[in-house]
């Protein structure tokens, strides 16, 4: 994941240069700084741009799927060399009462297995699968859907176990 370090790299190079720069010359009081800051991030976020097609035409044949420049954008933080303390713990929401979990079958962003996870690490998740395209369930032309999440939220009745739709 070179590139995510080198591009954006750059990207955050040219945001604070110009932003120190503009400190030191007292810049933001310039008329013009607004449309100075949009072309700055506009120059930023090109280098990004730029990034992402250079992965795509090096590491990938000219191809990329949404879910890869995602995954690849993340890589940055995944390279850095400097670790978190932190550590995700498991989410167990122990005496709640029913948690509904949506999940797309075609989710190009939050993948189906996510939400099975989740709903399975919850101890009172309930599951409800969506066959179809695109990101979230809800409210998206699926009336078994919508009818088990109006149901849950209007009434308190929650959906069966793990409702297909």
């Known amino acids: 994941m ?14 604070i240069s110009v932003l120190v720069f503009s400190l030191a010359f007292n810049l933001p009081n310039h008329a013009h ?24 035409d090096v590491e990938c044949g000219g191809v990329v799927t949404f879910g890869r ?5 993340l890589s940055t933080c995944s390279q850095w ?9 498991a989410l167990h929401a122990a005496g709640a009462p029913p948690i509904v979990v949506i999940g797309t079958t075609r989710d190009p962003a939050t993948p189906l ?7 399975r690490e919850l101890d009172s998740g309930q ?3 969506r066959d179809g395209d695109g990101h979230t369930g809800f409210q ?8 088990a999440v109006e149901a849950w939220l209007i009434q308190g009745q929650a959906p069966k176990d793990d409702l297909h739709c």
């Open 33 to 56: 700084s607004l449309w100075f800051g949009y072309l700055v991030m506009l120059v930023a976020l090109s280098l990004i741009f730029v990034g992402v097609k250079r992965y795509r």
């Open 113 to 119: 297995a996510w939400a099975q996870a989740l709903a």
């Open 81 to 89: 060399p400097v670790q978190s303390a932190q550590h995700t713990v």
């Open 140 to 147: 998206r032309g699926n009336s078994c859907v919508d009818d």
């Open 2 to 15: 070179r590139y995510s370090l080198v591009y954006g790299g750059l990207s955050g190079a040219v945001a």
């Open 127 to 129: 599951l409800i699968t």
């Open 69 to 73: 420049a995602f995954a690849f954008s």
